[in-house]
């Protein structure tokens, strides 16, 4: 089992560029969590989908958005991106949506010239 | 605001017990502790989590006392394996982005 896997692990984007960053399990959890972590800082959340066909916006969505192609899929979107957006970003899934343990997956490295 | 404060650094040599204790003074009924750790260019991973009172597994001890304002995670005999970032959380729902928060964390560093 690969667990949490995200695609590309790096990126460098031009201002104004857009990219999807790529997240899939095999877990088979309902939640699915989009964060990103800026250098020396924890973790904030982006959006989340708390199961196959639903998202909402987390702590810091604006720049972004989401789909949740399935239930093993949950892209993130950045129509055009800026140097603020900067940062790792991690896939997380749950197995519910209450009190439980997140799986992480490796990260993707973006940088926005 | 569920907030939590942790010492940002402590430093430890092999072979000893840590104990990096967290503040939640807002702790609400409904909430959990959970500790996470995490790898530099890695993403977290959980480490334990609890209510009340006491909860071991493999990896570590999660001490909650009565009023649930603080917990301790106890790390026994580290080695320098578990030089990392730790960090604390206090929520019931993920999703809950006024709770489970993840702070700036506690860089533990593990000497020889």
């Given at each position: 089992n690969a667990g949490v896997t995200q695609t590309p692990k790096f990126q460098v984007l031009k201002t104004g560029q857009s990219m999807t960053l790529q997240c899939a399990q095999d877990m088979n959890?309902?939640?699915m969590y989009w964060y990103r972590q800026d250098p020396g800082m924890g973790l904030r959340l982006i959006y989340y989908s708390a199961s196959e066909g639903t998202t909402d916006k987390g702590e810091v969505p604006?720049?972004?958005n989401v789909s949740r192609l399935?239930?093993?899929e949950f892209s993130l979107r950045l129509e055009s991106a800026a140097p603020s957006q900067t940062s790792v970003y991690f896939c997380a899934t749950q197995a519910g949506s209450g009190v439980g343990e997140q799986y992480f997956g490796p990260g993707t490295r973006l940088t926005v010239t | 605001l569920a907030k939590?404060?942790?010492p940002i650094s402590m430093d430890s040599y092999e072979g000893q017990e840590v104990n990096i204790t967290c503040s939640?003074?807002?702790i609400a009924t409904n909430d959990y502790i959970t500790w996470y750790q995490q790898f530099p260019s890695q993403g977290p991973r959980f480490i334990i989590q609890g209510y009340k009172t006491?909860?071991?597994n493999e990896v570590a001890s999660l001490f909650i006392p009565a009023d649930r304002k603080s917990s301790t995670l106890s790390l026994p005999r580290v080695s320098l394996s578990d030089t990392a970032v730790y960090y604390c959380l206090v929520g019931d729902?993920?999703?809950n982005t006024d709770k489970l928060i993840f702070g700036t964390g506690t860089r533990?560093?593990?000497f020889p």
């Amino acid at each position: 089992n690969a667990g949490v896997t995200q695609t590309p692990k790096f990126q460098v984007l031009k201002t104004g560029q857009s990219m999807t960053l790529q997240c899939a399990q095999d877990m088979n959890h309902n939640s699915m969590y989009w964060y990103r972590q800026d250098p020396g800082m924890g973790l904030r959340l982006i959006y989340y989908s708390a199961s196959e066909g639903t998202t909402d916006k987390g702590e810091v969505p604006n720049g972004y958005n989401v789909s949740r192609l399935n239930k093993r899929e949950f892209s993130l979107r950045l129509e055009s991106a800026a140097p603020s957006q900067t940062s790792v970003y991690f896939c997380a899934t749950q197995a519910g949506s209450g009190v439980g343990e997140q799986y992480f997956g490796p990260g993707t490295r973006l940088t926005v010239t | 605001l569920a907030k939590t404060t942790q010492p940002i650094s402590m430093d430890s040599y092999e072979g000893q017990e840590v104990n990096i204790t967290c503040s939640h003074n807002n702790i609400a009924t409904n909430d959990y502790i959970t500790w996470y750790q995490q790898f530099p260019s890695q993403g977290p991973r959980f480490i334990i989590q609890g209510y009340k009172t006491k909860v071991t597994n493999e990896v570590a001890s999660l001490f909650i006392p009565a009023d649930r304002k603080s917990s301790t995670l106890s790390l026994p005999r580290v080695s320098l394996s578990d030089t990392a970032v730790y960090y604390c959380l206090v929520g019931d729902k993920p999703y809950n982005t006024d709770k489970l928060i993840f702070g700036t964390g506690t860089r533990l560093q593990v000497f020889p």
